[in-house]
């Protein structure tokens, strides 16, 4: 399995899908197993009951996730703050998509669809969450000025070299 972390707007969803078609494999992404299952965004999971109560849920749906069969997965941005879910990731080949913080916002910052990005001192959890993603990944991808096609040539090299 190849695991896709990083922060949001790093191009987890993107990049994983497209990685997914060009292996050949499917692809699943935490977010939206959350969301089908619930009948409900991710904004309105975070607004009717709150970031805790969302965090539960995503480690136990990303936990499952990770024990079953996706061949390509992407987590969301917070999940690798999670301990319970960083300790499921052992063992898994997990690629971190590094993208830096201004870019970040250009890419995502008007996008409704992610409650984090109206969380006060967001800049502060970016800096936080970087050791998180980097304790977790096998893998290390930049992605600044870069486009979804180029970065998956770089994994499927990085595959290639070190199964
Ligand atoms: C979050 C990122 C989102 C989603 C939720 C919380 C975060 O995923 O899990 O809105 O805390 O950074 P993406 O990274 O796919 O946007």
Redesign the pocket.
């Known amino acids: 399995m190849i695991v896709l972390v ?5 191009g ?2 993107t990049v994983g899908s497209l990685l997914a078609k060009q292996l050949g494999v499917p692809f699943d ?3 939206l197993v ?1 969301s089908r299952r619930a009948g409900r965004s ?2 309105e999971i ?1 607004a009717a009951d709150g ?1 805790p109560a ?1 965090r539960d849920l ?1 480690h136990r749906v990303t936990a499952e996730l990770l024990a079953g069969r996706s061949a390509v997965l ?6 690798a ?1 999670h301990p319970g879910t960083r300790a499921c990731l052992r063992g898994s080949r997990v690629v971190y998509l590094e993208v830096g913080y201004d870019e970040a916002m250009l890419r ?1 910052a008007h ?1 409704p ?5 109206r ?1 006060p001192g967001l800049r502060d ?1 970016f800096e936080r ?1 970087r050791s998180g993603y980097e304790s977790v990944a096998t893998d290390v991808i930049r992605t600044d000025g870069r486009g979804p096609e180029a970065i998956c040539e770089d994994i499927i090299e990085k595959l290639g070299r070190r199964p």
Do not use: H, Q, S, Y
């Open positions: 990083g922060f949001m707007g790093a987890k969803t992404d935490v977010d959350i991710i904004r975070f970031e969302f995503e992407a987590l969301g941005g917070g999940a703050e995502v996008d669809g992610r409650p984090m990005l969380a959890i969450r």
